[in-house]
Each structure stands twice: as C-alpha cells, then as structure tokens.
C-alpha cells in the first residue's frame, strides 16, 4: 500500500468519527441550555426578550465549539496542510 | 487487497459507525429540550406561543450539528476530495 | 480472500452493530419526552390538545435522527456509491 | 477458510449481538414512558383516557426503533443484498 | 479447522451472550415499571383495575422485545438460513 | 488442536459467563421491585393483598428473563442442536 | 499444549470469574431490598409481619438468580456434560 | 511451559482477581443495609430490636453470596476436580 | 512508508479526534453556565446586568480552554516546530 | 523463561492488583456506613449506644470480605498450595 | 523507521491529545464554579463584590490547572529537555 | 531478557499501579465519612464529641484497608516471599 | 532503535498524558469547593472572612496534589534519577 | 534491549501514570471535605473552630493516602530495591 493511500484512508476515517464525536458535546450542552431557557420563560414570562438574548448568545457560544470541530475536519479533508510534506 | 478497496471499506464502516454515534448527542438533547417544553407548557399553558417558539429554534440549533454530521458522511459517501490523490 | 468479500462482510457488520448503536440515542429520547407528556397531561388535563401537538412534533423530530441513521445504513446495504469505485 | 464462510459467521455473530445491543434503548425508553404512565394514572384516575392514548403512540414510536433494528437484521440473515455480488 | 466448526463455534458462544446482554435492557425496564405500579398502588389503591391494565400492556411491550432477541438466537441455533450458503 | 476441542472450551467458557452477565439485570430489577413493594406496604398496608399479587406477577415476569437466559445456556451445556453438523 | 489441558485450565478460569462476576447482581439486589425493608420498618413498625414476609419471598427469589450461576459453574466443574465428547 | 504450570498459573491469577472482583458487590450491599439499619434507628431509637434483626438477616443473606464466590475459589486453589483429568 | 507520511498521517488523526474530544468538556460547561444564567434570570430579573456580565466573563474563560485545544491542533497542522528535526 | 519464574510473576502482579482492586468496595461501603452513623448521632444523640454497636457490627461485616480477599492473597504470596504440583 | 522520527511522531499526538483530555476537568470545574456564582448572584445580589471576588480567585486557581498542562506540552513540542540525550 | 528482570520489571509498575488504584476506594470512602461528620456538626454542635470519636474510629477502620495495600506492595518491594523460589 | 530513544519517547508521551490526566482530579476537586464557597457566601454574606480562609486552605491542599503530580513530571523530564543507570 | 534500559522505562512511564493516578481520589474526596466545611459555615458560622479543626485532621488524614502514593513512586524513581537484584 503506498503512502498517498493510507493517509487518504486514515483522513476519511478520522474526519468521520471525529464529527460523530465532536457533535456529542455541543449538542447536550443546548439541549441544557434550550430545557433551561424553557422553564424559565415558565416561570417568569415576562422576561422572555432577556431570556431569548442570553440564550441565543449562549447557544452561539456552543455552535462556535462545533465550528471548530468541523472547521478543523473541512481543513483535513478539503485542504490539509501537511499533504504538502508529501506531494509535491 | 488493493488500495481502493481498503478505502471503500474503511470508508463504509466508518459511515455507518459515525453516524451511529453522531445521532446519540443530539438525540438526547432533543429529548431534554422537548420534555422541558412540555413542563413548561403544562406550568404556563398560557404562554405557549413564546414556548413553541423558542423550542422551535432550540430544536433546529440541534439538529444542525446533526446535520453536520450527516454532511461529512455523505461527503465522504458520495465525493471524498480526497479520492483526487488516489484516483487519476 | 478477494476484495469484494471483505467489504461485504464489513458493510454487513457495520450495517447490524451501526443500527443498534443508532436507535439507542432516539429510543432514550423519545422516553423522556413520552415520559414528560404523560406528566405533563397529569397536571394539566385540561391543556391535552397542546401537549399532543408539541409532543408529535418531538417525536417526529427524534424520529428523524432514527431516519438518517436507516438511510446510510440501507444506502450502504443496497446501493453503496462507493462500490463503483471496484465493480466496473 | 472460504470466502462465503466469513460472511456466514460475520452476519451470523452480528445478527446476534445486534439485536441485543438494539433492544436496550427501546427496553429503557418504554420502561420510562410506562413508568411515567402509571405515575400519571395514579395522579389523575379520571383522564385515564388521554393517558392511555398518549401512552399507546408513545410505545408504538419507540417499538418502531426496534422494528427498524430487527427488520435490518432480518435482512441481513435471510435475503442480504450485498451477497449478489459473491454468489452469482 | 474447518469452515462448519467455526460457525458452529462463532454461534454457538454469540447465541449465550446476545442472550445474556439481551435480557438486561428488558429486565431494568420491567423492574422500573413494576416498581411505578406499586407505587401507583400504594397512592390510589382504588383504581387498581387501571393500574393493573396499564401494567400488563407495558409488561407485554417489554417482554414482546425480549422475545425479538430470543428468536433471533433460537433461529440462529436451531435453523440459520445463511447456512443454506455452505452446506449443500 | 481439533474441532471438537475448540467448541467445548468456547461453549463452557461461554456457559459460565453468560450466566454471569444474564443475571445481573433481572437481579437489580427484582431488587427494585422488591424495594418499591416494601416502600407501597409501608405507606398502605391495607391494600397489601393488591400489592402482593402485582408483586408476584411482576417477579414472575422479570424471572422468565432470567430464564430464557437459562435455557439458552442448558440447551448450549446439554443439547446444542448445532453439534449435528460436526459429529455424525 | 493437549487438549484436556486447555478445557480444565478455561473452566478453571470462567468458573472463578463467572461466580465473581454473578454474584455481583444479587448482592446489590439485596442490598436495596433489604434497605427498604428497613426503611419500611422504620416508618411502620406495627406491619413488621408482612415486611418480613415480603422481604423473605423477596431474598430468596433474589438467591435463585445467584444459585442459577453457582449451579451452571458446578456443573462445568464437576460434571461438564460436554467432556463427553473428548473423553471417551 | 508444561501443562501443570499454565494451570497453577491460571488458576493462581483468576483466584485473586476473581476474590477481589466478588467481595465488590457484597461490600457495596452491605453498606447500603447498614446504611440504612443507622438511619432507620435514628428515626425509630424504640424499633430497635427488629431493626436489628432484619439487619442481621440480611447480612448474613448478603454474605453468603460473598461465600459461594470464596468456596469455589477454596476449591479451585485446594482441590480442583478438573485437575483429575491431567494428572493420573 | 517513509518517515514523514507516518508523522502527517499521526498528525491529522490526532488533531481530528484531539479536537473533537477537546471541545466536549467545555462544551458541557458553558451549557452549565448557561443554564444557571438562564434560571438566575428567572428568579432575579432586575439582575440582569451582573447576570450577564458574570456569564461573558465565565464563557470567555471557559472558551480560552478550548482555545488552548485549537491552538495546540493549528500549531500541529500548519507549523509543527518538531518538524525542523526530520526536515532539513 | 522457565517455569517457576512465570508463576512467580504472575502470582506477584495478581496480588498487587487484586489488593488494589479488593479494597475499593469495601472502603466504599466502610465510608457510606459511617457517614450514615453521623447522620444518625446528629440526628438522635440519645440513643448513641445502639447506633454504635450497629456501626460495629457492620463494619466488622464489611472487614470481613477485606479479610477473604486479604487472605487469599497472602496465601498465594506465601503458600500457594497449588505449587506442589510443580515444585517437587 | 530512524529514532527522531518516532519521537516527533509520539510527541505530536501525545501533545495533542493530552491537551483534548486536560482541558477536560478544568472546563468542568469552571462550568460548575460560574453556575454556582451566578446562582448566589440570583440569590444575593448585593453581595456581588464577594461574589465576583471570589470566583476570579476561583477561576484563576482552576485556569493554573491547564496551564500546568499547556506548559509540560508547550515543553514537549518546543523545548524537549529530553531530546539532548539524542541530537548531539 | 533473563528472568529475574522480568519480576523486578513487573513487581515495579503492578507497585506503582497498585497503590494508586488502592488509594482511590479508601480516599473517597474518607471524603465521604469527614464531609458527613462536618454536616452533623452543624447540626448538632453541642454532641461535638461523640461525633469526633465515631469519626476518628471509621477514619481507623477506612485507613486499615489503605494499610493492607500498602504492606502488601512493601512486601512485594521489599521482601518477597515467593523470590526464595528462584534466588537459591 | 537503541535504548535511550525508547526511554526519551516514553517519558515524554507518560509526561503529557500523566498531567493531563493528574490535572482532572485537583480541578473537579477546586470547582466543587468553590462552588460551595460561592454558595455559603450567598447564604452567609456576613461570614466572609472565614469562608475564603477556609476556602484558601482547602485550595492550596487540593493545589499540593496537583503539584505532587508536576513535580513528577518535572523530575522525569528534567533529571530522571534512574537514567544514571544508562548514561555514564 | 538491554535489561536495565528496559526497568528504567518501565519504571519512569509506571510513576507518571501512578502519581495521576493516585492524586485523583484524594482531590476528589478532599474537594468533597472542603465543601461540607464551607456549607457547615454557612450554617453555623459560630461553630467555626471545631468545624476548622475536624477539616484539618480530615484533610491530614486524606493527605497521607496521596503520601503513601508519593512514597512508593519516589522510592521506585530514586532507590528501588528491587534493581539489587540485577545491578552487582
């Protein structure tokens, strides 16, 4: 098996598992923040505006954690610097 | 075994492991979301609109990192870039 | 053992072990969010009609992640994309 | 060893160890959604019927998941799509 | 070692495990909803019938799940249709 | 080492811990049934009769795990129907 | 290494750590029964017969799971039916 | 390596893992029981003696789990019965 | 395989998974801070100021840990200083 | 490697790790048994008589299966009948 | 494969993961320190000099946790004292 | 490799290893039995005594089990017994 | 590969994993206590003083362990004692 | 490989992962000391010296488990006895 192959497969694989795994995170980390956010406009419905800002900062914050995980896996597939070491 | 063959098959596995294990985080945090909309709806009947509202976005930030789980395998299924270093 | 055995094996193993790893996430879900409905119909019968329709959208939306998960593992059972890569 | 003997046993030991692993969510989530059921019976005798519906598509949502893992392996034991391309 | 006593092999020791790791799922569910019940008894002994109803519709879900898993290993130990594939 | 060998040591091996993993759950949810039944008797000990019947069809049900966790095992020990294939 | 020897030495070593690995679930099992019961006790001593009563019922359905594993390790101990197919 | 020493081998090591593996769950029982037994006499000082029973009751029901996993290691350390059919 | 394809492809697997297993704990911590943003708003919501101030600050230090990730993974993506050893 | 050197080996590591191992759950249960015991002297002063002899009791019990697996180890440290086999 | 190369390869991937694991606990520890302060901000707000006092004290002493973590790899990656030994 | 630092080599880590995991049990144990003693003596300041002896004796008792760890690694370091066996 | 190649590669992955992994007890440790201390402030703003004199001691403590842990690390990096046994 | 350099490896990789090890339940546990301590405060501030003195005998006791861990890996890292044995 030649080189190109095996970096080509270990790539695929890694960027595969590595989005199954990054999502883990972010996701049960909204759905504490959107369940948290819900019981809160119960329980005090008039704040919905300050309820409704602090959420969507928040789950911005945790978005931009799945962004570096997937931005590191577009970078793998789509352009990875360190193919340069061996195509030339 | 040929090299096109080991990177099908790691590339099928990994398919269906990824997504396997990718659907699990967002799962549950639907699940969170959603049961925590129905607390609330049943606290705060009155307020359900702002509640289906904000459940609504929560959901779709949800099922965003699903879907970016889902995007990287059909990449992968479908068009891996980086099958241009392998196939001429 | 020649190419295309190996890799029917693996699609076949993985398409078995990747179901059963993928309906565990929606299946959990999907009991907190029945499991909150119930409570929720408990405490406030009189609201039924709301709880139903928050709760099917829920579960449709669960169902969905369940779905995605099928649909790979059917695409790599019956029309794998990859395989024309070794089938010609 | 042949090739048709390795599939044999692979499908056969992931057949197996599939549907176990694959009954364990489902198990779970209906063991929470009858729980919760009978919490809500026991708190409000007089809409039983509301919560024996919600119950009923509930279950029938959850035993879908475990059909989709048995019908998977179903077609993996009896009628595999993938052997066509072994057994012509 | 020949092919027939690999599978018998490989069968044989999946059959007593999926059996094993099988009834897990089922046996948690049926211990959390049996002790909803009592609990529900203990709360509102007057609507026992309900109760009881409701017990038994959910025991016969879980055990229906149990029994998908049984199935699969009787079918896999007495009658495998994948061995039609070796034995002639 | 010959065939025979090999299925012996694979299905006594396989015997003893399946048995092992196969009680556990059914273990546990007895002891949560048993637990919620004490807890019911001690808050309503009137309605003990109730209590004990769902007590004991409950048991029995979690029992029928264990056994056909069980019977797998004693049919694998005794009269494993797949040895037919390799001892004429 | 012969046969024999490899069949006593994988009995040996199941048998120690099947037993360890049983008795595992009975015990937590009991522990939670026999706390409930004391629990129970506590809170009303005046129904010590039926708690008793019930505890009893309780352990020995419990100790059946666990003398299920000691009877299954006995057996591949002292009399492993399937030596008869290598000792002749 | 001979025979006979493999097996001294093998069954020394299963011995010492398998006595401190099956003292886990009795422990973890026992503490809960007695656990209990304090918290049940801090709230019923007058209870004392039937508290003290049922305790007693149950640690020795616990024990002789902790028992049945010590005879067989007694057994396998002192007299295996295997062992009969290696050395003649 | 020549020595630098082994360091590219180590380098992408491990900046893959290093990166989707880095984002998990900060992840599940700005969920926390969120949510207890979230139910402070709720109870307090003439507080908002401090509310929000104290959160920006606590998910700033909290993104610095996953910061510290990004920028380890980059420095081994584009400029590994290890590499001026092999690469002259 | 000869022999003796083997079982000395492995006897060696076994009883470390087993020590290692064999004392978590009964420190566990040790620790959940006091602590109750404090709770309980908070609670009731008075009747510190009887709480003391409870905790007594039960942490001579819990000695107890430390003192199995303390046992067994020393006496494959320093007599392991077993060696008679091979040390003549 | 030469020794320089293994040791840049086993330094990049230890260092990456290392730092995906490390910053783990902190993250933790910093979610869980903000939640309680914005919950004693929710409770107490005119203490919220203290407060905030307090958990900058808090977040500094937890921040020198990764940074311990980030220095031992920022050493490893560009400053090994141990590579003297091998580049003379 | 001669033999003798084969055991010198595997009673060094199983050292190491073993009195890291067997501080583990023991130190949680005494987190467990200090915090409830400080809760109780905020509850009931004035039993201060009683509450500092049961502490100091379950201290004892959860130190005994870290000592019986300790002595048999020293005895492994220092003396061991089954080394007569091979330094004659 | 020659000796001190595999000693310097072996230090510095066991350096990078070692603190990654001693960093995540001392840092759950310190949120959990600050995370108290933060709630005894909002319960006792009066008490300040001996809060954070309480709240420091416990900080260094847990701080000691995380720099037993780096001063391991440090002496393993910088002057391991026991590579005067292959340098001279 | 020469022996030495193979006991100098293992040794420095062993106390690296050991001392990570063993620092983890004595935090974790002091951490669980400490926040008692703090919420004894809070409740009552006028018992702060006996609550200070039980704290410290806590924190001293819980220290020397993590004491005995650093004893072991120092005498393993600067006088093993064990290499007596193999350095003359």
Same mark, same amino acid.
């Given at each position: 098996?030649?080189?190109?192959?095996?970096?080509?497969?270990?790539?695929? &694989?890694?960027? &595969?598992?590595?989005?199954?795994?990054?999502?883990?995170?972010?996701?049960?980390?909204?759905?504490?923040?959107?369940?948290?956010?819900?019981?809160?406009?119960?329980?005090?419905?008039?704040?919905?505006?300050?309820?409704?800002?602090?959420?969507?900062?928040?789950?911005?914050?945790?978005?931009?954690?799945?962004?570096?995980?997937?931005?590191?896996?577009?970078? &793998?597939?789509?352009?990875?610097?360190?193919?340069?070491?061996?195509?030339?």
């Amino acid at each position: 098996m030649n080189e190109i192959t095996l970096i080509v497969l270990g790539s695929t &694989v890694a960027a &595969v598992i590595g989005i199954a795994i990054g999502v883990l995170g972010p996701a049960l980390a909204m759905g504490k923040a959107i369940s948290s956010a819900l019981e809160a406009l119960a329980r005090q419905p008039e704040s919905e505006r300050s309820i409704m800002r602090t959420l969507f900062i928040g789950l911005a914050m945790i978005e931009s954690l799945a962004i570096y995980c997937l931005v590191i896996i577009l970078i &793998v597939l789509f352009k990875n610097p360190l193919l340069a070491y061996i195509i030339h």
